[in-house]
């Protein structure tokens, strides 16, 4: 079959069936990370989706939709991301955006002034900006609650709750929600839950399983993979969500750059061998850094320490990348420790090929309130690592000599 249809002598027909039946709903995951729902190209056979770098299409004639008219509303090299998006999480639409926050600002606009969310304390310092500094004026209120403890999230829903909003793992702290506890929560409630699962990536969590009507994630980290870009993307089996986040996503123009998008694809495609090898070499980092002597404390899902490890087990099927961890030494030794890396970069992100170090209460999370942060056991001195694919021992080598002069 493959020789008749690599020959050129076949039809379009059977290439089209062919390629169906290899690339349906049957496939194992790692296959549909690789391929997604795409075919070749019809024109020309090509096997990576070609680049619509273009802004608006030739109608054929008036009152004709052939399905493209303006890349604001939609663009090929844009479906096919967000196909391929769908299909990794197991979810019947995406919608991808141009950042993680274009996303997160696109669910708020589902609410209406007077609406109530209640979200996980831990979460993202963008998001806890986007809620408290700008949501907030246009009547949206927040109560945020240690998710940890599902019967938290029930007891601060109100008449006016809507939302509920979770990170699982969070950022930075790494706390683990129980999804599918909150989720018949938000069911038995009637709430919209949506869950950013950016640290988790659906090679280890698909949060639509556990009742999730969003997944959100910044595109920017995991799934592309190589920071190469800036992204974002929400996906949902609901029809009605998609139609609306389109149609906000139209109306406000928070899209995506046509080569950002075919770049992702790209970023995808290695998704799941990248995460493994995150996984793996996370393992023996939070391993190693559990018993250095200047390690006040690590958190890790992937450590039996972690308090919601047991969950974490049951709902993850690996922990990735993300490690923290406070030293002894506070505030002060944590800097040294930052200053003093060399094969780990000081730098904002999180989810690359490269090991990244951050101090989240001076990068990241700047502008939440000292006092939020120490409520929730963010201390001054906590510092995030977000462990690449380079050999482990040369990661723990570089920690190794930070850490003796810290």
Not at 55 to 71: H, P, S
Not at 105 to 118: A, I, N, R, T
Not at 143 to 166: C, F, G, H, L
Not at 281 to 301: Q, S
Request: net charge negative; aromatic share 8%.
């Amino acid at each position: 079959m493959i020789d008749e249809i690599w020959t050129g002598i076949f039809s379009e027909t059977l290439l089209l069936d062919y390629l169906a039946r290899r690339t349906g709903s049957c496939m194992e995951f790692d296959t549909t990370i690789v391929r997604g729902r795409s075919k070749p190209d019809p024109t020309t056979g090509a096997i990576i989706p070609p680049l619509y770098q273009t802004a608006t299409y030739v109608l054929e004639e008036v009152g004709r939709d052939k399905g493209f008219d303006y890349t604001r509303s939609s663009n090929p090299t844009r479906q096919e991301l967000e196909s391929h998006l769908a299909a990794i999480e197991g979810g019947s639409y995406a919608v991808a955006f141009a950042s993680g926050m274009a996303g997160a600002d696109s669910c708020m606009k589902l609410l209406e002034q007077g609406d109530h969310v209640v979200c996980c304390d831990d979460v993202y310092g963008g998001t806890s900006r986007l809620f408290n500094k700008l949501m907030s004026n246009y009547g949206v209120h927040f109560s945020y609650v240690d998710s940890q403890d599902a019967t938290n999230v029930e007891a601060a829903i109100r008449p006016e709750t809507k939302m509920v909003w979770i990170e699982t793992p969070t950022n930075p702290l790494l706390k683990i929600t129980d999804l599918d506890a909150v989720g018949k929560i938000a069911k038995k409630h009637d709430l919209l839950y949506v869950v950013d699962s950016t640290f988790a990536t659906p090679v280890f969590l698909k949060p639509l399983e556990y009742g999730a009507d969003i997944v959100l994630h910044s595109t920017t980290k995991y799934l592309s993979g190589h920071n190469q870009l800036i992204g974002g993307a929400v996906i949902t089996n609901s029809e009605g969500l998609f139609e609306k986040l389109k149609f906000i996503q139209k109306s406000v123009g928070a899209v995506p750059g046509p080569f950002d998008c075919w770049l992702t694809i790209l970023g995808l495609k290695t998704l799941h061998l990248r995460m493994q090898r995150h996984w793996e070499n996370a393992e023996k980092v939070a391993a190693y850094l559990d018993e250095h002597p200047k390690v006040a404390k690590v958190t890790y899902p992937g450590l039996a320490s972690h308090p919601m490890h047991e969950i974490a087990v049951e709902q993850m099927s690996g922990y990735s990348g993300m490690i923290s961890f406070e030293l002894n030494g506070g505030l002060e030794a944590g800097k040294t420790l930052m200053n003093s890396v060399d094969l780990c970069l000081l730098a904002e992100s999180l989810g690359s090929v490269e090991t990244m170090i951050t101090h989240p209460a001076t990068m990241t999370h700047a502008e939440v309130p000292r006092e939020d942060r120490l409520a929730r056991g963010f201390g001054d001195g906590l510092v995030r690592l977000s462990v690449g694919v380079e050999d482990a021992n040369d990661i723990i080598a570089d920690l190794e000599q930070a850490l003796e002069r810290a």
